[in-house]
């Protein structure tokens, strides 16, 4: 596990600015409460920022379900970022037909989506394999988890010790 392998996995969407020059890495589950609830945080620092370049990755840790929303999101292509938007908005737990009915309300053709999953599952899973293994090479214990470089966060962070991981980051030159 490099670092290069976490912070720039090619196949993973990133958010924010894309060529940022700090890369915030986020291991997160659409069921998570925690993750949900940082979300708009983690977004407006990113969005403030605005050298910030955002890697959520898809850790469906709450099971099939969890599973079912990260598939269809990373299916969604060059919509990624509106679909995993719409999903983190959710509260609470999700069945298959809220995360159906939450993709359908933003505009997606669900059955198309489905579809696309198929097409990509080798992608799509090598991904979710990948996040796993990382998460799991961490020794994280749950989501979230976050990363500023090289600098862990398990667990929902501080926005203030964010901020000062990414000042570290910048300072050091990455």
């Known amino acids: 596990m490099s670092k290069q392998a976490v912070l ?17 890495v986020e291991y997160f589950d659409y069921q998570c409460p925690f993750c949900k609830k940082a979300y708009p945080d983690i977004l407006k620092l990113v969005r403030d920022d605005g050298r910030i370049r955002l890697v959520m990755k898809d850790w469906p840790i709450f099971g099939s379900v969890s599973r ?31 995360v159906d009915e ?9 059955a198309a989506l ?8 080798r992608r799509i899973d090598g991904i979710l394999v990948r996040n796993a293994a990382q998460a799991e090479g961490f020794g ?18 501080d926005l203030a010790d ?6 570290a980051a910048r300072t050091a030159g990455h």
């Open 8 to 24: 720039h996995d090619p196949q993973v969407p990133a958010l924010g600015n894309p060529n940022g020059d700090v890369t915030i």
């Open 68 to 98: 079912y929303a990260s598939q269809l999101a990373l299916a969604a292509g060059d919509h990624h970022a509106q679909a995993l938007d719409a999903l983190m908005r959710t509260r609470g737990r999700l069945t298959v037909a809220e």
């Open 102 to 110: 939450t993709l359908g309300r933003t505009g997606f053709d669900v």
């Open 114 to 121: 489905r579809q696309s999953c198929g097409r990509q599952r």
């Open 140 to 157: 994280l214990a749950g989501t979230p988890a976050y990363l500023v470089e090289t600098v862990l966060f398990p667990g929902p962070p």
């Open 162 to 167: 964010v901020r000062r991981a990414i000042a």
